[in-house]
């Protein structure tokens, strides 16, 4: 299937590091970043996955939940478990899935229907398995983005995405380029001018169409 963003994002049931979950479940009534790779013991993901362990506070701080998927079962995943936190100098603490059976891949399409895992195979065979997904609390996907092998994730960058989705969650702002937490926002077209100033303050218009505006507390 084709997931695009405000689509709900696919339910499931899989096995994990931590026992078996059903995704909406396991999500509740938190935000959640869903993050791929295509298999256990590979250098790149190993400092991907340390990093994440390193932000356990922010997650927690932002009410997020994160979890892992790599296309390995679930006995490599906590082996892998201690050379991740050998290198992040701090715990794995998060559940990641067993995916050897493709399923979750193939429906947050990261693989083809047709695709399969051959003997022998390498990372390359499952090289799109590369993804980040940010999912809001009604279960709908809020971003993606999709890495190369060779390039690591910026896990600074998923972290100041995830503030600037939350802060305009239904809300009828935008962040500009570059936003971080603390710094003006964009009003909505949805609000001429004087709705605009209403709800937020007083308007900083460099452009009819662009009026900054202090962020809602």
């Known amino acids: 299937m084709s997931l695009r963003i405000n689509d709900t994002v696919p339910d499931f049931t899989a096995e994990t ?43 927690k701080a932002r009410n997020t939940k994160v979890i892992g998927i790599s296309v390995d079962g679930v006995d490599d995943h906590k082996k892998w478990k201690q050379d991740i936190e050998t290198v992040a100098g701090a715990p794995a603490g998060f559940p990641i899935i067993a995916d050897e059976d493709l399923k979750v891949s193939k429906l947050y399409d990261m693989l083809p229907a047709d695709a399969y895992l051959p003997d022998g195979r390498t990372p390359a065979h499952s090289a799109t398995v590369r993804s980040v997904f940010i999912i809001s609390p009604d279960k709908k996907l809020q971003l993606t983005m999709t890495y190369p092998m060779s390039v690591g994730r910026n896990f600074a960058e998923v972290l100041r995405a995830l503030d600037a989705l939350q802060a305009t969650f239904g809300v009828p702002i935008a962040t500009p380029a570059n936003w971080v937490h603390g710094q003006d926002v964009i009003a909505a077209l949805s609000l001429d001018d004087a709705a605009a100033e209403a709800k937020f303050g007083a308007l900083d218009k460099k452009l009819p169409y662009l009026r900054f505006v202090k962020a809602p507390a």
């Open 17 to 59: 590091t931590e026992g078996t979950i059903r995704f909406h479940e396991w999500i509740g009534d938190e935000w959640a970043i869903l993050f791929s790779h295509p298999k256990d013991f590979t250098p790149v993901c190993t400092t991907e996955f340390g990093a994440v362990a390193q932000l356990a506070d922010e997650w």
